[in-house]
């Protein structure tokens, strides 16, 4: 019985999480319409210093004409 219970509760606690990341309400929706295109930017190349990785990922981003990008570098 009480595993069926823990079952029950982790997959309510499953649905709802599901449930609240894809509400959008009709704000959000019309703003969807504004994103242009959304891309990811890989540098396969090995740098010296994080400066050059930096330095690098600004060119492509401007040949890429991105406005606004997050870098995430991973050593």
């Known amino acids: 019985m009480r595993a069926r219970i823990m079952l029950f509760l982790a997959a309510l606690l499953l649905s709802v999480t599901a449930t609240a990341a894809i509400e959008l309400n009709n704000h959000q929706a019309r703003n969807m319409d504004d994103v242009r295109s ?14 050059e990785a930096h330095l690098a990922l600004n060119e492509g981003a401007e040949a890429r004409n991105a406005m606004y990008y997050h870098v995430i570098l991973i050593r």
């Open 38 to 51: 959304l891309g990811v930017i890989y540098i396969n190349h090995h740098f010296a210093t994080e400066s």
